[in-house]
């Protein structure tokens, strides 16, 4: 029996309803790929934030343990500057005692020389 509608008997209304189905039935299979590409896009997007917000806490811990050992060596650095105002200043001490030391020989070579020639005596 003839479909009713096709009654030039080329067979169109068979081939049309065929054509129809295969269409559809790819707008569903597009419409599921669709789907699971966007929930595939959505799940790699939340991982894609849980690892940025790792790498964020990673980069927030770093920086802070940075800062720990900057203001460490600050210190340290602070320290050795005040070991060396202290070295600084007994080294002065030092050579004005060194200073001294070589004026009162010195002086006292000059005051026995004086003694000896008899410099001293005539004056």
């Known amino acids: 029996m003839e479909d009713e509608r096709d009654r030039t008997g080329n067979g169109w ?25 966007d929930k595939f896009c959505d799940d790699s997007r939340i991982e894609s934030n849980k690892n940025y917000q790792n790498i964020l806490a990673l980069i927030s811990a770093l920086e802070i343990r940075l800062l720990k050992e900057i203001n460490l060596v600050d210190s340290r650095i602070a320290l050795s500057n005040e070991k060396i105002v202290a070295l600084q200043v007994k080294a ?26 008899g410099d001293l005596s005539g004056a």
Request: no cysteine; charged share 25%; net charge negative.
């Open 13 to 37: 209304d068979e081939w049309k309803r065929f054509v129809l189905g295969d269409l559809q039935r790819i707008s569903e299979y597009t419409k599921e790929t669709r789907d699971t590409m």
């Open 92 to 117: 002065g001490v030092w050579g004005i005692l060194g200073g001294a030391a070589t004026l009162i020989i010195a002086l006292g070579v000059w005051f026995i020389e004086k003694l000896i020639s």
